[in-house]
């Protein structure tokens, strides 16, 4: 009886043993596995065949990207545009080249340049036909007056998005008054070939009046407005800076008697 007893207590003690030993074994947490988020992009971007997927590059930041540069470079471009601009009319000293030219069915132009052989720092057109100022210049003194507004400015000035204001011989449109009396408008120009060619027609005269020949060759399908010639007179300009808002070109006369017979006067308001 005492064998069996005790047999009976080792097996009991081995049973208990085991049922611990596997609580503890099944109270033992399992190892967690890799972060999925370490493991990933390793093998993805280390992947010798791996292709990019559209998610690792959003294309909303790349479209703003691209928007950034692309309007970088239209400022810059812009910037480059101004400075010349800038530097052309910074140039412009105190004694210019003006020149009054158009055909005889046409209206007027007028240049004026640092020399005879730059590119012209203002050049307007005007709705006056030169045959009418040219009566107007063999009556008497010519005063021819400018005017425009400084709302352009402001206008300017939101597009732009700067703080950089307009130079008074930048601005486009003007009034124009022709000895007191209202002529139409003015507008600025770029010197095309055709205003180029009139201006390298007369670089060697320094001071005179006359009329060019038509030209030899024009566009089928095209009048000839210069078939009757272009009109000119040319003459050097004293210039006078009275503001940012105000200038004014007098023709100087050869004996330096007498009042200018032209005189051009650039007015803001």
């Known amino acids: 009886m005492a064998k069996i007893c005790m047999q009976d207590k080792k097996q009991h003690f081995h049973w208990s043993n ?49 928007q950034a540069v692309t309007v970088a470079r239209f400022r810059s471009v812009l910037t480059a545009l101004s400075k010349n601009r800038t530097n052309l009319l910074n ?16 209206h007027v132009y007028f ?12 050049l307007i057109e005007l709705q006056t036909p030169i ?17 425009c507004d400084k709302e352009d400015n402001k206008t300017m000035k939101n597009k732009v998005g700067g703080n950089t204001t307009r130079k008074l011989l930048e601005e486009p449109v003007w009034r124009t008054y022709c000895n007191g009396k209202k002529c139409g408008f003015a507008m600025k120009r770029e010197c095309g070939e055709k205003e180029w060619r009139v201006l390298k027609a007369v670089e060697p005269i ?44 007098y023709m100087m006369n050869p004996d330096s008697n ?12």
């Open 18 to 66: 085991k049922v611990s030993n596997e609580e503890e074994e099944q109270e033992t947490p399992p190892p967690p596995p890799p972060s999925s988020f370490n493991s990933c992009p390793k093998t993805t971007l280390n992947h010798p065949h791996h292709k990019p997927n559209l998610s690792d590059h959003p294309s909303p930041l790349s479209r703003k990207k691209l």
């Open 206 to 249: 320094s001071m005179g009046a006359g009329v060019l020949p038509a030209a030899e060759k024009t566009v089928a399908g095209e009048d000839n407005e210069d078939g009757g010639g272009i009109m000119y007179m040319r003459a050097k300009f004293e210039r006078v800076m009275g503001s940012r808002d105000s200038e004014a070109f």
């Open 111 to 122: 240049a004026f340049q640092k020399n005879p052989t730059s590119q012209p720092a203002f």
């Open 91 to 106: 140039n412009l000293g105190p004694r210019v080249v003006g020149t009054l030219f158009g055909s005889r069915r046409g």
């Open 131 to 147: 045959s009418g100022l040219v009566k107007e210049m063999a009556s008497g003194l010519v005063r021819i007056a400018l005017e």
């Open 258 to 269: 007498g009042a200018p017979e032209l005189s051009v006067y650039l007015l803001r308001i």
